[in-house]
């Protein structure tokens, strides 16, 4: 079987195994968000932490429990590894110095997972268990309950409730990620990722040479560091490292937990508001976007360029033997699409028409399908403002699910939108004027700009992924991609949920002749077009002065 062939069998097999858990799984979370039914052991959660599980909450009070658990937990993982010399299984490595703790505590909360440090050498098993795990579980349920607050407001009426959070909270984390992490956890182990709580092992190369390897609780956070579109590795090579992704077929099951739940969600969205087209169109939409991605970064990636890559089929540089070029470029198309962040391969290596596509799928708000729960409420989001614009077309009010879309709805939804960019815009002009910006940067002109780019893209999209060739553990980095995830995670958060409150208040507008159907290939197409023209209009000049421009050059 040639490259080639492997690599569509490969993609192939991939689409096939998403498309038929789509229904079953969208039809179970909605059983989850749906249900009146508390089990036993979320009851016993709700009474240790004086949570009243029965009284809903506005979308006000609703966005007050996101922050205020985040801040909870920012606080709790920044101390746990600042006292972590003292705590058992610390393998003794150091307390972690404030700029990195701070990053880190930022990072996985909002479901980030930037590392700006070497797992390894810098963590110690109780902190990459009860601390980076944990929030990978939290940070991903905590996503997934704001999209479906919003999807609430789609779908109640004449109602200031959203729902509870800490239910939707603890329901996302106990009957959705931990059953399915926990069953993905066992097929990595059966794969050979490494479940042990080693330290420090002596080994012997096959040249004859020392080595000391780390073994640690791998394959219970690989699982879901991928399936709560995470990211972040227990090493510093992450999905690279063999005792993280050992194969081929390790590297598949890879992408397909961090793609199954949010390819789900919009089954989930189409029963909640009673309307499986719905459901349909949105997902229609992320599969068409996350097909023309895969394609470009394919083509660019297997175009060959020099004498010796010609000779080999591909350049290799950057890339696992192991999974080779094709099967590389589709798990960094697929975790910058979704805001997962993992790698297998080095992006910084890759061709600079490659590397620009990586950023461009973070710069669509990563909904193609997006992080869990991100990348629904993202793409709702573009489907509020593309009504709005095919109402300003024919002269209507717009409506959307059988909400009107006023002047207080485009202004939410407009702002969620914005809110990245600003960020990644401003941070990006910020930091490259300034000295401590060049100074971190081992390349100059257009791949260094790239490069820095790229942070803030990630950072602001929290997806976390980064080009290699930039310092990026400075205070100053630390500090100010740090705040670039605060307000890239929650600004659009709360004004999603303040969306979701105004929909939720309105009565439901019936339908007529000038109704436009949201559920058709005529909407899917406009709001394909949207979510392109948008993101063109905002990044364009900047993509024009960095991938782009060495691209071409």
């Not at 094709?326 to 993992?342: D, K, R, V, Y």
């Amino acid at each position: 079987m040639t490259t080639a062939s492997a690599g569509v069998l490969f993609i192939a097999t991939l689409v096939l195994a998403l498309a038929a858990v789509h229904r079953p799984l969208g039809d179970y979370m909605y059983r989850v968000y749906s249900s009146d039914r508390h089990l036993a052991v979320e009851r016993g959660i709700y009474r240790v932490a004086g949570i009243a599980p029965g009284s809903g909450q506005t979308w006000g009070s609703y966005a007050r429990s996101v922050l205020a658990f985040s801040a909870i937990s920012v606080l709790f993982l920044y101390g746990l590894q600042r006292v972590q010399n003292h705590l058992v299984l610390s393998l003794g490595h150091d307390a972690v110095r404030p700029d990195t703790a701070w990053n880190t505590a930022i990072s996985f909360t909002t479901n980030t997972n930037w590392q700006a440090y070497t797992g390894e050498s810098t963590m110690g098993h109780l902190v990459q268990m009860a601390g980076l795990a944990v929030q990978n579980f939290v940070s991903a349920a905590t996503g997934m309950a704001v999209a479906i607050a919003l999807v609430r407001g789609f779908a109640r009426s004449r109602t200031a409730e959203l729902g509870n959070f800490w239910v939707d909270l603890v329901r996302g984390s106990v009957r959705i990620l931990l059953p399915i992490a926990f069953l993905g956890a066992l097929v990595l182990l059966a794969g050979g990722v490494v479940q042990n709580l080693h330290g420090a092992q002596p080994v012997t190369t096959p040249t004859g040479g020392a080595q000391t390897i780390v073994g640690g609780p791998v394959a219970s956070q690989e699982a879901i560091k991928e399936l709560g579109t995470n990211g972040g590795g227990f090493f510093n090579a992450n999905s690279a490292h063999p005792f993280e992704n050992p194969t081929a077929w390790t590297n598949w099951v890879q992408i397909f937990l961090l793609l199954v739940i949010a390819f789900s969600l919009p089954r989930t969205f189409g029963r909640m508001v009673g309307d499986r087209r719905q459901g349909y169109a949105i997902v229609a939409v992320m599969g068409v976007l996350a097909l023309v991605s895969t394609i470009l970064v394919q083509v660019f990636e297997l175009t060959h360029h020099g004498t010796v890559p010609t000779a080999i089929g591909a350049s290799m540089e950057g890339r696992e033997v192991r999974f080779g070029v094709s099967n590389s470029g589709l798990f960094a198309t697929a975790t910058t699409l979704t805001s997962t962040g993992a790698v297998n391969s080095f992006h910084d290596s890759y061709t600079s028409l490659g590397g620009g596509v990586l950023m461009v799928n973070m710069m669509l708000g990563e909904v193609a399908p997006g992080g869990v729960g991100s990348g629904l409420y993202g793409m709702l989001v573009l489907a509020v403002l593309t009504v709005f614009l095919a109402g300003l077309m024919v002269g209507r009010t717009p409506e959307y699910l059988g909400k009107k879309i006023g002047s207080r709805e485009i202004k939410l939804a407009a702002l969620s939108f914005l809110a990245t960019p600003a960020l990644v815009l401003f941070g990006t002009a910020v930091t490259m004027a300034i000295p401590a910006g060049p100074a971190a940067m081992l390349n100059t002109r257009a791949h260094g700009l790239s490069e820095v780019l790229y942070a803030f893209t990630s950072a602001a999209n929290n997806n976390g992924s980064a080009f290699a060739g930039l310092s990026a553990n400075t205070a100053y980095f630390n500090t100010a991609l740090g705040l670039a995830m605060v307000f890239g995670r929650f600004l659009p958060m709360v004004f999603v949920l303040a969306l979701a409150g105004s929909l939720a208040r309105q009565k439901p507008v019936p339908v007529s002749a000038g109704t436009l159907p949201t559920y058709r290939p005529q909407f899917a197409g406009m709001l394909a077009g949207v979510t392109i023209i948008l993101v063109a209009l905002t990044f364009l000049p900047m993509l024009a002065l960095a991938p782009i421009a060495e691209g071409v050059g």
